[in-house]
């Protein structure tokens, strides 16, 4: 009878390829969940407020009021009577969100809230930077 001997297999390498695939699956989640980090579009800079709270809405429209003066309903640029216009079609219950860069002029404020005044929209929130 003839005896077979074992020969033992060298191990000289690592197998990599599922350390990438788990490096990859790693890295899907994290840019998935990054993009649902982003605030808002429009590159506004908020002001601080000390009692700012955050709340939470799912019927909302937002309004952003940016530097330069200009006015975006949700994420269109827009004139104050386009927005009128806009805001008088959505019902009065819904949330309204504004959202004015500090840096934006008092006056485009005022006129903003001067046209939800108008309209009687009173569910109003004005997004501030926690202090």
Known sequence: MVKFK???KRFDEINVIPFID???VLLVMVLTTATFINQGIIPVDLPTA???TK???KKEVTIYVDAKGEIHFQNEKVDL???EKRLSDISRDQTVI???DKESKFQDFVSVMDILKRLKH???Y???KEN
């Open 6 to 8: 074992k020969q033992r």
């Open 22 to 24: 788990i490096m990859l």
């Open 50 to 52: 000390k009692g700012s």
């Open 55 to 57: 709340e939470e809405n």
């Open 81 to 83: 009577v386009a927005l």
């Open 98 to 100: 504004l959202r004015s």
């Open 122 to 124: 009173e569910q109003l």
């Open 126 to 128: 004005i997004v501030t």
